[in-house]
């Protein structure tokens, strides 16, 4: 029996000593709560401090609690410089309005303070003034900026430095002038403004190059001395061959005429014609340049949109 008391009385005697340790923690405990450490009360009360110590009676202070405090947040969202109010109508977009107003959808929330995509109608934000509309002389200025093909412009006529006058003679005609001083009718109608007119006259004055003529241009028949003959028909014969042979070069000089009248007019419908061609071309290659740019400046804004 001995013993069990010996043991009953170690187990009574050790849950005493385990009690009496957990309560003095807890004293321990409660009182370091309550208590305040000597550098907070002495901060909190300079004035009954000195050298560290505080005597006894004297009233002191609980430290004051400080809370920082946080500067005032914005209640309205400021107006950018120079851009004017604008109230939202029905059917308005971020989109839309970056098209119309040349901004992108991310600076007109930057500026307004905004974050959702939805726009309520009746609010009033603010937008940039519209850009300007290009005059149609801005427009015709691109559009001669973008031709590949300058029409071509027709030089002014007139004679060369080097060239003289020449005083047109009875039956003088371009061809004939033109093959006398080695040169085409076109060279003499660009020289003396005639366009594409070969009518010339008798006493007129043109410009021709200064070089002897290879030979006359009019080909007269030259007058003979009268001979004593007893019969006149010989004579009268030979006139009337000269004649006929004048009048066949007239007609064949003539003829020569029309045929280069008609093939300057015929080069100068195909030239007409092939500037018109040019000038078409031009034109549809200018349209199609506009329209790439418009397409590239739409893709541009989609992207932009899409990806803000």
């Known amino acids: 029996m001995k013993p069990f008391q010996d043991l009953f009385s170690g187990l009574a005697a050790g849950s005493i000593s385990i009690l009496l340790v957990l309560g003095a923690l807890s004293l321990s405990l409660i009182e370091g709560a309550s208590v305040l450490s000597m550098s907070t009360l002495e901060s909190a009360n300079p004035t009954n401090s000195s050298a560290g110590s505080i005597k006894t009676g004297t009233p002191l202070s609980p430290p004051s609690r400080i809370i920082p405090t946080l500067p005032p947040a914005p209640t309205t969202c400021p107006s950018p410089a120079g851009w004017q109010a604008y109230t939202l109508m029905t059917g308005d977009t971020f989109l839309a309005l970056s098209e119309t107003y040349a901004i992108s ?15 309520q109608a009746g609010t009033v934000i603010f937008l940039p003034p519209l850009p300007p509309v290009p005059s149609q002389t ?139 061609s040019i000038q078409a071309t031009s034109q549809a290659q200018t349209a199609t340049a506009i329209a790439q740019g418009q ?11 899409e990806n803000p």
């Not at 397409?295 to 949109?305: C, G, H, K, L, V």
């Open 295 to 305: 397409t590239e400046i739409a893709q541009t804004e989609t992207a932009q949109a």
């Open 105 to 119: 959808p991310q600076e007109i929330k930057r500026q307004n303070c905004l974050i959702g995509d939805n726009l």
């Open 138 to 276: 801005a427009l015709q200025s691109a559009t001669a900026t973008l031709s590949f093909f300058p029409t071509p412009t027709r030089s002014s006529c007139g004679p060369p430095a080097n060239w003289i006058r020449y005083i047109v003679q009875p039956e003088d005609t371009l061809f004939s002038i033109g093959l006398a001083y080695g040169i085409g009718v076109s060279q003499l109608q660009e020289a003396n403004c005639l366009g594409s007119s070969t009518l010339i006259y008798a006493g007129q004055s043109i410009h021709v190059p200064n070089t002897p003529p290879r030979f006359t241009p009019t080909r007269s028949p030259t007058a003979r001395p009268p001979t004593q003959s007893a019969t006149p028909t010989p004579t009268a014969t030979l006139d009337l061959t000269a004649t006929a042979a004048v009048q066949q070069t007239a007609e064949a000089q003539q003829a020569l005429t029309l045929t280069a009248e008609a093939d300057n007019l015929a080069t100068s419908q195909a030239q007409t014609a092939t500037a018109q």
